[in-house]
């Protein structure tokens, strides 16, 4: 199977900025897409962020022009650029990638998720 492995988050100032990455490991043959959710208590889950592998990206309206997602297709790795951060901000992100593997066919993947919490 894939198993996906974040790192970044923290704590921050509102204004600050945060780094998060994630990487799968597998018998990955393939990623189609890989993304960023976020779940802030209480709050359903919602997307951050998401790159296609042909590098079309799409965001949610409330981190356009603050968030940047990017790819490395090769290293199987996503990560998010958070810039300018609020305290809404703060919830547990999730990274997810989708693709085919190279013995059981498609996955869908989610990390473990990390905390991002912004605050004075």
């Known amino acids: 199977q894939v198993q996906l492995v974040e790192a970044g988050g923290g704590l921050v100032q509102p204004g600050g900025s945060l780094g998060l990455s994630c990487v799968a490991s597998?018998?990955?043959?393939?990623?189609?897409?890989m993304g960023w959710y976020r779940q802030a208590p209480g709050k359903q889950r919602e997307l951050v962020a998401v790159?296609?592998?042909?590098?079309?990206?799409n965001y949610a309206d409330s981190v356009k022009g603050r968030f940047t997602i990017s790819g490395h297709n090769a290293k199987n790795t996503v990560y998010l650029q958070m810039n300018s951060l609020k305290p809404e901000d703060t919830a547990v992100y999730y990274c997810?990638?989708?693709?085919?593997?190279?013995?059981?066919?498609?996955?869908?993947?989610w990390g473990q998720g990390t905390q991002v919490t912004v605050s004075s």
């Open positions: 790159i296609t592998s042909g590098g079309i990206t």
């Open positions: 997810n990638q989708k693709g085919r593997t190279a013995l059981w066919g498609q996955f869908d993947s």
């Open positions: 597998g018998s990955i043959f393939s990623i189609n897409t």
